[in-house]
Nanobody, 127 residues
Framework: QVQLVESGGGLVQSGGSLRLSCAAS????????MGWFRQAPGNERHFVAS????????DYTDSVKGRFAISSDNAKNTVYLQMNSLKPEDTAVYYC????????????????????WGQGTQVTVSS
């Protein structure tokens, strides 16, 4: 089990940038695939980005490719989501998630692929 706490959300104008952080604690000595998901009111939780345990492989949903970047700092037990060129449709609660793994090089897109979740951080993009 790993505990996840997101931070860095807030209100930003369209075209602006935010960097979200996800700090992990607990069983951080093992390997995890990390993911970012987002959920707008009344909608399902959708995949945004994922990064393999070592950080060697990343994956993004099409709507954020070229604008968002996921990265990890294993020494700090932290994963980041750099969000640039933000659009109003990016407005959502953003959640960090972790999937324990014994393997490197894989990423996952489905909510059901992840075991541990943070409480989320609100991102609001105004026009």
């Amino acid at each position: 089990q790993v505990q996840l706490v997101e931070s860095g959300g807030g209100l930003v104008q369209s075209g602006g940038s935010l960097r979200l952080s996800c700090a992990a604690s607990g069983r951080t000595f093992r390997l995890y695939v990390m993911g970012w998901f987002r959920q707008a009111p009344g909608n399902e939780r959708h995949f945004v980005a994922s990064i393999s345990a070592s950080g060697s492989v990343t994956d993004y949903t099409d709507s954020v490719k070229g604008r968002f970047a996921i990265s990890s700092d294993n020494a700090k037990n932290t994963v980041y989501l750099q969000m640039n060129s933000l659009k109003p449709e990016d407005t959502a609660v953003y959640y960090c998630a972790a999937r324990p793994t014994y393997y490197d090089g894989r990423t996952y897109r489905d909510v059901g692929d992840y075991r541990d979740w943070g409480q989320g951080t609100q991102v609001t993009v105004s026009s």
